[in-house]
Every structure is written in C-alpha cells, then in structure tokens.
C-alpha cells in the first residue's frame, strides 16, 4: 500500500502537482475494498465512489490521474493546505 500526498500550486499557467509517495506496508487485495471505503467514510463529503489505480510506480500513469481532476478542485485543496 503506498499513500499519495501532494502539493498543488495554481499558477498563471495552470496547477503545478509535486506528489510524494510513501510506503506505508503490504495487504493482501481482497483488503483494499475495505480500506478505501474506511478512507472515504474519514473523508466526510467525499464525491463519487472509490476505484482502484494501479499506477506501478509511473510517473505518466500519476500525472493521467491527476489530470482527471478539476483544476478548480485542485486550486481550493492548494489555498486550504496554505492556511487561512
């Protein structure tokens, strides 16, 4: 299992993603269902369901994923993380 964190910053010229993985341990996959659906339960408002990735470690796989969500989205995350 490997935990994903970034950092977003809105720029003029769009949303710049630094993301940094963690290795956080190994479970078998039938877990992986339950795990997610515990993530998205802490999340509170969470949108849509939970969907596996498989990235394996590419980097072009990542920035795909990124590019799936709304820039707008990614902006407020970024301004929340900066503090009020």
């Not at 992986?32 to 969470?46: E, N, T």
């Not at 820039?71 to 407020?76: A, K, W």
Request: aromatic residues 6%; proline residues 7%.
């Amino acid at each position: 299992m490997i935990t994903v964190s970034y950092t977003a910053e809105h720029t003029g010229k769009g949303v710049s993603v630094e993301p940094s993985f963690t290795q956080e341990g190994q479970a078998p996959p039938d877990r992986f269902a339950g795990v997610m659906q515990g993530v998205v339960k802490r999340v509170g408002d969470a949108q849509g369901e939970p969907r596996e990735i498989v990235i394996g470690g590419s980097p072009e796989k990542y920035e795909e994923l990124m590019e799936e969500f709304d820039e707008e989205l990614l902006h407020r995350v970024s301004a929340s993380a900066d503090g009020p």
